[in-house]
């Protein structure tokens, strides 16, 4: 027994350690000079309560050309000896869209840089913006001689950003030490001394920034004379250097340039976003640990439960009082928060290396507003096509033609359905990336052809590092759009193909370059366009950089340094890669899908990502979930964590379990490292082979509501994987529950089971009627707060409800691709609430082109009224349906009709009969109710059809 017991200890102790992401590579805050430097700093004035900022009152001036309110903030450095010193920083204000306010710090230009030699730029880098917004709201600006001016410029197309100045502005009594602003039902007071903002939502304060006078901008200083620069709360701790021992090579030769902030969120202890960290959804005080670090980094068997940064940054937060803020900013930052439930407030700190301050804070009436104004600014995420929304096979790797061809036919011989394939890094000849390993892959056409049948696609990697010395990356040298070294040569460092350099995806010229390859790469017949890219290790990954990535003094195009735009690197790497493959594909004007690794704001208009390298172990696939859930209400839903677990191999049971979650992530892929076990899902012995098929299986039944999520996401941003808060928000207890969570708005609820044996697991309901998803076993919640049940929860059975007043679509035939599923009619799911009330919304359209942009789609509502009377009401038809109806959208009819009972059927006197109401005629169907069990009324056959209204009684 004792025996036992401790080889279990050593197993664990052994398994922990042996996966682990090797921590001192990465910079705690005492380690990184400006971390540390603001963090000090904080605690200073925390204590001394001085504040060296002000907003010169004499300054302000509204330009109602351009719609905003201009002044300079004054910062003043006492001196003992001599007059003090005082550093302006132009500060603007506006509002934009119609909840945000947005203001940018900068400093003013550093005309005593002597830059003689200085090979970056001596000025504040402030394009971040450019990158992360949304194409509508840059207007036409100029990239090169970037001014002040430039942030004002109003865009020539009525577009909302700047509202028009009669509802913008109203002055109204400016005295010395306040202004106030109002648009709408977003007011704001400018405070003077010391320089603060409050800001108000329908009259309630909301948020408060500079509130903790944590302000701090290091303004330009040479060496020696930074004695007389510091602050008395200051410390001058690697202001000029850096002594981490991985990145004491960092030359900064601008000195201390970092810019930090506090906001404090009004009536609410409970703030989201800021991912990707491998952590809880809610959260943590840091307080007590490392600030959350938004720094992007290849983060190999990443640790859980920390501040730590990972692949992707998107610096954007919210609070459950619907407050938000989105700090434009792409340099390394770290953001501190404190909760303070005696005050009911949370308090933020947020610090980046360098760049301006550049701040949107959006207000709004409920979360899902504020995510909808957030994708309003940055951008929508893309709809993507059908096919990329069922499962992905993939393998570190698939080793030849012959492989992919051997999995493709045997997942159909198991009737597993798939639609994508992938071939990481072993295809390309020698790590060169744009070629193909000759002998194993002699012709590629032949393969894409062979998949292309049943409307299968290849995704195959491309990595922003270029093998030195061939065709590919001589061009780029020669082109000169190589990322540069602080010495103005091109950057050379370690990557899989051993040296290499980094193409500038930066610059306009580095993008052409880059579509150059994809063009020769993509030169495919006509009718071929499966061919898709995975953009990995964008960070990016340097095995030999600081930081497992690239030294903060590159140089980039127009002599940016790599410090100030370092979040942004990968954005511009996929994006220079959709842009090429849209442009290769719009013969066919198929929408691309495209994986990338590394994101910032914006990422989701071109591509979905995936939560990198995690481990085959439970406690990554139970982190994965809330690390999903901070993507989605982050603008970027579209992401999945790797079935089932990249390193390492899992159990049989894990795998059951990562896939019953898995079949749940917006990305559904299996991915598996190089030195693990094949584990394609026919492989599995029974039962195993079974449960997984039957959770792939579901996912494709429930592909026309999952469809309609990502459209509704498309639109509004809205999260597809959704924490239950976002649902219920008058349900304080969710605001931390991230184990269990809806689908979307579809009113399905899922807990997947994280951890082993177990044969049931405790879910929370809130107020209303549930069904277990198969049997439609109905209880009823009706109070007003959370009730907890247990639930069954065998191996082969996923916790799954519909939520009464829901309508869910699904297509139930097994099919060996999405594609093949096209002709296939539409299932209904009914789930009355107690009323006998239910709605669902249903969006097709072909699921592969552009069509929809140009209105070729079919949207249309169910709406379930006194439990029997069910109504189609179809809101958008094409112009051009009977054109494309049996081309494209294929097959629109209804086969079958399940209406789940509840107890306010029970009531209902139902007829044998059916009738329908369809162009002002009635007839009865054919069909006659049936009802297979107790729990359900089923009407087959209907000869029903989405995109016609109609009513049904029964
Ligand atoms: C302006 O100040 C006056 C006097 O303090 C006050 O009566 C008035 O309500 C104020 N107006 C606004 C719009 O705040
Ligand atoms: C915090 O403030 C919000 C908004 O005013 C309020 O709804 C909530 O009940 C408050 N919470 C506590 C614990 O006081
Ligand atoms: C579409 O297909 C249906 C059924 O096959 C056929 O009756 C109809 O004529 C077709 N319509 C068009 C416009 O081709
Ligand atoms: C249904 O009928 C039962 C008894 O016949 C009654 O108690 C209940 O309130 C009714 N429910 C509804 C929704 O009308
Ligand atoms: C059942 O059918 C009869 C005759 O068509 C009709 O009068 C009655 O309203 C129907 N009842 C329901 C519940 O639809």
Not at 339 to 368: A, C, F, R
Not at 381 to 388: A, G, R, T
Not at 713 to 737: C, K, Q
Request: proline letters at 5%.
């Amino acid at each position: 027994m004792i025996v036992s017991k401790w080889l279990v200890c050593q197993l664990v102790l052994f398994t922990t350690l042996s996966h682990a992401f090797t921590d001192y590579l990465l910079k705690k805050c005492a380690q990184s000079g400006f971390c540390h430097r603001n963090r000090v700093y904080s605690e200073n004035i925390a204590l001394s309560r001085n504040s060296y900022y002000k907003l010169d009152a004499a300054s302000v001036v509204h330009d109602p050309l351009q719609n905003v309110l201009h002044a300079t903030i004054i910062k003043t450095i006492p001196r003992l000896e001599g007059d003090d010193i005082a550093v302006e920083f132009p500060f603007s204000l506006s509002f934009l869209q119609d909840h945000s306010v947005r203001f940018i710090i900068d400093e003013k230009e550093r005309t005593s840089v002597n830059d003689s030699g200085l090979l970056v730029s001596p000025q504040r880098y402030k394009e971040t913006w450019l990158h992360a917004f949304d194409e509508k709201f840059r207007g036409e600006v100029s990239k090169t001689n970037f001014s002040e001016s430039h942030f004002l410029e109003q865009p020539r197309t009525g577009n909302s950003l700047w509202s028009k100045l009669t509802s913008f502005l109203s002055l109204s009594n400016s005295t010395s030490d306040a202004i106030r602003l109002q648009n709408g039902c977003v007011s704001l007071e400018v405070l003077t001394e010391p320089f603060q903002l409050k800001i108000y939502w329908r009259n309630t304060l909301k948020l408060i920034v500079n509130e903790q006078n944590f302000l701090n901008i290091e303004h330009y200083r040479s060496k020696e004379e930074n004695f007389a620069h510091v602050l008395p709360e200051e410390t001058a701790f690697n202001m000029f250097k850096d002594d981490f021992k991985y990145s004491k090579d960092d030359t900064l030769p601008l000195g201390p340039e970092s810019i930090a902030l506090d906001f404090s969120f009004i009536g609410s202890t409970n703030v989201y976003g800021i991912p990707e960290h491998a952590t809880s959804l809610r959260l943590m005080d840091t307080s007590q640990r490392e600030p959350y670090r938004l720094f992007n980094v290849d983060v190999f068997e990443y640790n859980i439960g920390t501040t730590q940064p990972m692949y992707g940054s998107i610096p954007f937060m919210f609070s459950s009082s619907s407050t938000s803020v989105f700090w434009v900013n792409a340099a390394d930052t770290w953001v501190d928060i404190r909760y303070d439930s005696q005050q009911n407030k949370t308090m933020t700190h947020w610090i980046s290396e360098n760049g301006v301050l550049d701040v949107v804070v959006s207000l709004g009436e409920d979360i899902p507003t504020i995510i909808d104004r957030f994708t309003d600014l940055t951008g929508r995420p893309f709809l993507p096509p059908m096919s990329s929304i069922g499962y992905h096979q993939c393998r570190w790797n698939y080793n030849d033609e012959m492989d992919v061809l051997t999995v493709d036919s045997q997942m159909d011989a198991h009737e597993i359905p798939y639609d994508f394939i992938w071939l990481d890094l072993e295809y390309t000849n020698d790590k060169k990336f744009f070629t193909w390993k000759p002998n194993s892959f002699p012709d590629p056409k032949r393969l894409l052809a062979k998949l292309n049948k049943l409307g299968r696609n290849l995704v195959v990697l491309i990595d922003p590092h270029l093998k030195e010395d061939y065709e590919v990356s001589d061009i780029v040298i020669n082109e000169n759009v190589a990322v540069k070294d602080h010495n103005g040569d091109d950057y050379i460092g370690r990557c899989w193909p051993g040296n290499s350099i980094w193409i500038d995806t930066m610059s306009k010229h580095g993008q052409k370059i880059w579509k150059s390859f994809f063009e020769s790469f993509m030169d495919l017949p006509s009718n071929l366009s499966n061919l898709f890219i995975w953009n990995d290790m964008n960070e990016p990954s340097i095995f030999d950089g600081p930081e497992t990535t690239a030294p903060k003094d590159l140089i980039h195009q127009n002599n940016v340094e790599e410090r100030s735009l370092h979040n942004l690197y990968g954005l511009s790497v996929h994006e220079a890669t959709h842009d090429a493959v849209k442009s290769i594909y719009s013969a066919s004007d198929k929408r691309p899908f495209l994986l990338t690794r590394a994101f910032f704001a914006g990422s989701q208009r071109t591509a979905a990502t995936w939560t990198g390298d995690n481990v085959a172990n439970w406690d990554y696939l139970k982190i994965s979930i809330p690390m999903v859930l901070s993507n989605n209400v982050a603008g970027m839903p579209f992401i999945g964590a790797d079935i089932a677990g990249f390193v390492g191999d899992p159990s049989p049971e894990l795998v059951a379990r990562w896939y019953q979650a898995g079949l749940w992530y917006p990305f559904f892929r299996a991915h598996a490292h190089i030195d693990t076990k094949r584990r394609e899902p026919y492989l599995f012995n029974e039962p195993l082979k079974s449960i997984v098929r039957d959770a792939i299986q579901l996912r494709y039944f429930l592909l026309p509501t999952l469809y309609t999520m990502f459209y509704k996401s498309s639109t509004t941003g809205f999260p597809i994987m959704n924490p239950m808060f976002v649902e219920h928000p008058e349900l304080s207890e969710l605001y931390d529950i991230d184990n269990q969570f809806y689908w979307g708005n579809s009113g399905l609820l899922v807990k997947p089971v994280t951890e082993p044996n177990q044969s049931e697991t405790e879910m929370i309901f809130p107020p209303g009627i549930f069904y277990e998803f198969s049997s439609l076993d109905s209880f009823v919640n009706d109070g007003i707060n959370l009730m907890k049940r247990n639930i069954s929860a065998p191996l082969d059975k996923i916790p799954l409800f519909i939520e009464g007043g829901h309508i869910i679509t699904m297509k139930n035939k097994y099919r060996r691709s999405s594609k093949l599923m096209k002709n296939d009619p539409y299932v209904l799911v009914v789930a009355p609430d107690a009323n006998g009330v239910a709605v669902g919304e249903l969006y097709v359209d072909d699921g592969e082109t552009f069509g929809y942009q140009k209105g070729e789609y079919v949207r249309t509502q169910f709406i379930l009224e006194g439990g029997h009377i069910l109504k189609n009401l179809p809101d958008h038809i094409p112009d051009n349906l009977a054109d494309i109806h049996n081309d494209t959208l294929r097959n629109t009819s209804i086969e079958k009709i399940i209406v789940a009972k509840n107890t306010s059927q029970h009531n209902v006197t139902l007829n044998d009969t059916v009738t329908v109401k369809q162009d002002g005629r009635e007839r009865s169907l054919s069909t006659k109710l049936s009802r297979e069990d107790d729990n359900r009324i089923i009407i087959m056959n209907p000869m029903l059809d989405i995109t016609e209204k109609w009513e049904l009684t029964f």
